[in-house]
Structures are given as structure tokens and as C-alpha cells.
């Protein structure tokens, strides 16, 4: 079932799940053609069998609890943070695909239907991009991406 | 009829702002060193496998390694000096064939809180 909001009760596995079928969606698999039918573009957690490249992983990152939304109040606001990670085959592949996720992040926060914030993923911040780089030709390049996100619970 | 109002003081109010405000400056100074080092041992720690990832220790080169730089009076960076250790990266983050460490990552999260009461603690000292 595909999420659509975070909810209070499942707010991790929602938010990494929600960013997941947002980037599957909207950003284009080079390889689409031919990936193997039992392989996939988007993942949630690092593969840990022979894939095809290139993917992108999207994990969390921890959480923490910015402050409750009140003395007498059982909602917190926490802040996520989820790391979306480019595993390409060259530099190039690696820079353009981590362009269209935070592009793809940055211009969908306020759309009032399907926009980030509607969803209750607020503030969207990039906090650090890191390239790393195995050696060799024919080494996995990679982006590891840290966004930060608010999340109200109530 | 003229009205005339005259404030009393206002030199002085001013001198005990501006007083106020460079201690304010000096103490959360002295809280962001407190936080960087403290932040500084954290890693070191995780390194060495007193926290709640892998243990990272073979030479000792990458936990000797980490630093604490202030660059400016309000601001600390927590790394690793990359010339002897020029595998921290892998270490941190992973490859496709190796595990990622998260001893940086996973400090962060767990101190965010605590650097913000370093800070906190110094500013609430202020008479």
C-alpha cells in the first residue's frame, strides 16, 4: 500500500518508505530497460546480494525530539534524519541522479496534494552531500545524502 | 504647555547590556570548546568500541587521529586528520562490499542534545 502521509503511530517506517515511492516515482532509472525484473532501483536498506547499478538506498539516520508542542501536550516534534545514498557507475551517473532527488525534494515541499510538507514532513534541509569513492575503474561511486526533516506527532 | 521627558540611566543601561552581552559571547565560547572536545572524546570512544557500534581499533592510528578545530569563536568541527587515516571515509560510510562504521553519524545524533545544554548551562550562569 502506498503511503501517503506520515503517521504518529508509524512515523519512521513511514517517512523512509514515503521518500522511497517519491524518488521510485519520480526520478528516472538510467537502466529501466534492462534491470533485471527481480532487481530494484530504489531500496531501503543497503543490498546485501550481487545488484545491478545504478541504485539508490534510502536509510534512516536516527531521530531526535526537538521539544514538545506544549506543557500540558503529548505531541513532540522530532526532527528525522534519512540518508539517500547514490550507488552509480561513474561520476557523472552519481552527480545527475543525486541533482534530480534533491531537485526532485527541494521544488515538491509545499504542493497542497502531494507536496512533502502536506504529508508532515516539514523544514526540509540537506545537511551534508559526501562522495565515496571506491578505488579502481570500475569502482561504485557513490553520494551519501543527508536530509533532515521536522515531523509533528500528536 | 510644554511636557519634558527625560530618561535616566540610559548610559548606564547600555554599558550593563553591552557588558552582559560580551559575557553571553564569552561563556557560549567557552561551552562550544567545552561540547567539541567532549564531542571529540565521543568518537573516540565509539572507535574504540565502548558504543553501540563495531569496534574500529587495529593500529590505532584512526582514533588517534581525531581533532577538535575551532575555526572561529562560535563554531567547532569534530574530524579525523585524513593524511594517515585516509580510509575514515570508508570506515564512516561503507562500500558496496564493506559495512558502514557510523562513528561520526551515530556521535552526532546521540550528543545533538547535549551540546545544546553545554550551551545552555554556560548562558544560564550569566549574573
Known amino acids: 500500500m502506498a503511503i501517503t502521509s506520515v503517521a504518529s503511530a508509524t512515523f519512521m517506517s513511514d517517512t523512509i518508505n514515503l521518500i522511497r515511492d517519491k524518488i521510485k516515482n519520480n526520478v528516472t532509472d538510467p537502466i529501466a530497460s534492462i534491470r533485471p525484473g527481480n532487481e530494484k532501483f530504489c531500496l531501503t536498506s543497503y543490498p546485501k546480494r550481487p545488484c545491478t547499478y545504478p541504485i539508490i538506498t534510502i536509510t534512516d539516520r536516527g531521530t531526535i525530539q526537538q521539544g514538545r508542542l506544549g506543557m500540558a501536550s503529548e505531541g513532540t516534534v522530532l526532527s528525522i534524519d534519512i540518508e539517500v545514498r547514490i550507488w552509480a557507475r561513474n561520476v557523472r551517473e552519481r552527480d545527475e541522479l543525486t541533482q534530480q532527488v534533491y531537485d526532485y525534494l527541494r521544488t515538491n515541499q509545499l504542493d497542497t496534494t502531494t507536496g512533502l510538507s502536506d504529508s508532515n514532513l516539514h523544514d526540509f534541509s540537506l545537511m551534508s552531500a559526501v562522495n565515496v569513492d571506491e578505488p579502481g575503474e570500475a569502482g561504485i561511486r557513490s553520494k551519501v545524502c543527508e536530509y533532515r526533516f521536522l515531523v509533528i506527532i500528536s | ?127
Do not use: W
Not at chain 2, 12 to 35: M, P, T
Not at chain 2, 49 to 66: L, Q, W, Y
Not at chain 2, 68 to 88: E, Q, R
Not at chain 2, 104 to 109: A, L, Q, R, V
Open chain 2, 1 to 127: 504647555m510644554t511636557v519634558n521627558i527625560q530618561i535616566e540611566g540610559v548610559p548606564q543601561v547600555k554599558a550593563f547590556l553591552s557588558a552582559k552581552s560580551k559575557e553571553a559571547l564569552n561563556r557560549a565560547e567557552d561551552a562550544i570548546k567545552k561540547a567539541g572536545f567532549y564531542i571529540q572524546g565521543e568518537v573516540v570512544e565509539s572507535i574504540a568500541g565502548r558504543k553501540a557500534e563495531p569496534r574500529s581499533v587495529d593500529t590505532g592510528n584512526f582514533m588517534k587521529s581525531i581533532l577538535a578545530i575551532f575555526p572561529n569563536k562560535l563554531s567547532a568541527n569534530i574530524g579525523c586528520n585524513k593524511y594517515p587515516v585516509a580510509y575514515a571515509d570508508v570506515l564512516e560510510y561503507g562500500t558496496s562490499t564493506r559495512k558502514p562504521r557510523r562513528h561520526f553519524s551515530n556521535t552526532k545524533t546521540r550528543n545533538e542534545k547535549k551540546v545544546k545544554d553545554f550551551v545552555e548551562a554556560e548562558i544560564k550562569k550569566i549574573g
